[in-house]
Nanobody
Framework: QVQLVESGGGLVQAGGSLRVSCAASGRTFSTYTMGWFRQAPGLEREFVACIRRSGGSTYYADSVKGRFTISTDNAKNTVYLQMNSLRPEDTAVYYC??????????????????WGRGTQVTVSS
């Protein structure tokens, strides 16, 4: 099994930056893609970004492209999401997810087997 724990959330002013982290433990060698999703109150969980652990290919939702950067430190079993130029609409609980599949559509929640409990990010106007 794989356990994921997010950290680094908090309150930031619009236009500011924040970096959230996801520490993975357990059978991390079985994970091939790491992703970030977010969920605001009353809304469905949406894809933010993902990264292939082998090769480092990254993919972003249009809403965050150019502002957010996903990265990994495989030696530390950690994935990061650097968030710049934050907007109030970025306010959400941010979830880390891990996929054990070699292929799939990583924009969808069903592609990921393991999930963290989330970290709150609040952007004030």
């Amino acid at each position: 099994q794989v356990q994921l724990v997010e950290s680094g959330g908090g309150l930031v002013q619009a236009g500011g930056s924040l970096r959230v982290s996801c520490a993975a433990s357990g059978r991390t060698f079985s994970t091939y893609t790491m992703g970030w999703f977010r969920q605001a109150p009353g809304l469905e969980r949406e894809f933010v970004a993902c990264i292939r652990r082998s090769g480092g290919s990254t993919y972003y939702a249009d809403s965050v492209k150019g502002r957010f950067t996903i990265s990994t430190d495989n030696a530390k079993n950690t994935v990061y999401l650097q968030m710049n130029s934050l907007r109030p609409e970025d306010t959400a609980v941010y979830y880390c997810a891990a996929s054990v599949y070699l292929s799939g559509n990583y924009y969808y929640r069903d592609a990921y087997r393991y999930w963290g409990r989330g970290t709150q990010v609040t952007v004030s106007s």
